[in-house]
């Protein structure tokens, strides 16, 4: 394959103040750089965007992960095939997955991150989302922070996204009462139909955590929420303590609705629930259990392939879609994993 | 011993809004009942005034233990003799505590959650908290929740209290850098001093939660806070989830701050962090760990008997001071232990 001159990137142009605006983004033509030792370059087919990327857009946030730079092109993860490999981890012509090489037509770098995918098991697309990082950080939390056990009631937030969507299968298949909130009738009718939840609740039909609370009450029954695993924040944490089960658990994965502020939300009014119910509530991120991957692949590989774990992404078309995708992920725009297809699938 | 007719009890008489005042109490004169089958009589010699029991006079709140109700007599931990015996687990003449038996003169009852104590190995009082409740509390949040390594940043606030001093001092005999809160120079000395923290903060030169983070921030050092033992709330958990280390553990055992709040306080606004950093919070009662006694007096015990561990008790004298005695521990009036001598101690 032939490597052009020149490709396309995105530029973080400056930081957001509240929901990132077009502005904040420049397309720039850069040189596709040849690959150094040790490192690949890829032809970008599909880049992800996910919420965690909002953190990286504050520059003096001490996490897990340092800011973007202005005047840089953004990152994040993507798929791909090697045009051309310097490692010899890959062979030109493999297609690979990594957390590197969004937001942009070409990748030149490391292959740090990067592992070989094989397209004939599922799309490409598929490994930035059910056997990609969110799918993994679902797995993740419920199987080493909630520990869900059957007859368990599960309350999922986000319920319709990437993560939220595997989170209520997988306790579906261990055998838990499954709770889901999502935004639109759509989103809840697809969770307890294909996804095979047991009640859906359309947060947007409650004013507040008071509201929510009557809600969640209801639909989890007397004992309550033994797990909840957490991708919205604000109300929706507190409605979930206010109903917690004595020993119940906690998974905080993200906090979505805050993501955008401009000044901090207070945290929830409830939290003395957790001493007096004896709840554990643990944050995490997916590269904590980094050393699990392999456990997540056995597992969670069978399943997808024997129709047990269903999917659905929605598809931004063409690079310069990146920045709508990606606020599409707090305006609830999306349903499954929200991807940008920067060129054609040719796998 | 002879048996009185009748005996002293404090009776609630109304649920406190806010602070309780001393009206909400009343000492009733009230039959003294002989044991039934399997219950006991005991003389208490010292009773317990401890943070939870706010939580017992919220008449709606969902919580491990049930409301005190209005026109009985309180209750809670105390430390007696055995008058008379119908059980076969204690003998007449025994000392022993219990979580029941206490806001009153002679307790008879059952004998569910009393223990046989040793007045030869420790004053009586001991067991009301070093050895008792308090202490275990303790003993169950560093062993089962926080568990601290050598060399790790161990932060607790209300650390002159009942709770807290023992937190501290288990933190220095685990290798642990151990910082304390405490709202006085008398008590941050006894800290630094007698029990060999590292370092005490007075939270009232602290205005507000930025000013403790700087000043927790600055003790804790680079690393930051890998362990935090909570006994206060408010701007001491905010301070605490800013400072928190990477992979830090934070144990809820009390927020004795808000427990006299008339209306609910916000959580802290920085939550995100535990998410960013894979935090992990854990509320706790010290009945969620109660097969393990054994352990904490296995444990603890030679630490005491060999001068290791040290405690300081705040005596109140006769049964009337109860009250006063309670709201103590709200006001910051007592140091270590605060029990009531309801009788002279004949042990």
Chains 1, 2 share one sequence.
């Not at 993860?77 to 090489?101: H, L, M, R």
């Not at 939300?265 to 050393?291: A, C, D, H, W």
């Amino acid at each position: 394959m032939s490597i052009p001159e020149t490709a396309k990137e995105i530029h973080l142009v400056d930081y957001p103040t509240g929901k990132p605006t077009p502005e904040i983004y420049e397309v720039v033509e850069a040189p596709v750089r040849e690959p150094g030792d040790g490192e690949i370059l890829m032809r970008v087919v599909f880049m992800s965007v996910d919420p965690y990327m909002r953190g990286r857009m504050n520059p003096h946030v001490k996490s897990y992960i340092p800011p973007f730079q202005k005047g840089e092109a953004l990152d994040g993860g993507a798929v791909g095939q090697v045009i051309k490999s310097n490692s010899e981890k890959f062979a030109t012509g493999d297609y690979v997955v990594g957390y590197n090489g969004g937001w942009r037509e070409y990748y030149t770098g490391p292959t740090d991150g990067f592992n070989k995918v094989d397209p004939s098991l599922a799309p490409l697309s598929a490994y930035l989302g059910v056997l990609g990082m969110p799918g993994f950080t679902a797995w993740a939390g419920m199987s080493q922070i909630l520990e869900p056990k059957e007859g368990d009631v599960l309350f999922v937030s986000g319920a319709a996204g990437a993560v939220g969507s595997m989170v209520g299968q997988l306790g579906k298949l261990k055998g838990c009462k499954v709770i889901g909130s999502a935004g639109s009738t759509e989103k809840c009718d697809w969770l307890t139909g294909e996804l095979g939840f047991d009640v859906a609740l359309n947060y947007k039909d409650y004013a507040n955590s008071t509201e929510l609370t009557k809600g969640l009450s209801q639909a989890a029954g007397k004992g309550g929420v033994n797990c909840y695993f957490e991708n919205v924040g604000g109300m929706h944490l507190e409605a979930a303590i206010n109903c917690i089960a004595f020993g119940g658990r906690i998974a905080l994965c993200g906090m979505i609705s805050n993501y955008n502020d401009t000044k901090p939300e207070p945290g929830p009014y409830n939290l003395t629930n957790l001493i007096g119910r004896g709840v554990k509530m643990q944050g995490f991120i997916v590269s904590n259990f980094m050393l699990l991957a392999r456990d997540f692949y056995a597992e969670v590989g069978p399943m997808l392939a024997g129709g047990k774990i269903h999917f659905r992404e929605t598809v931004y078309e063409g690079l310069e879609k990146a920045p709508e995708a990606f606020n599409g992920l707090f305006e609830g725009a999306n349903t499954g994993k929200a991807v940008v297809r920067v060129a054609p699938d040719t796998a």
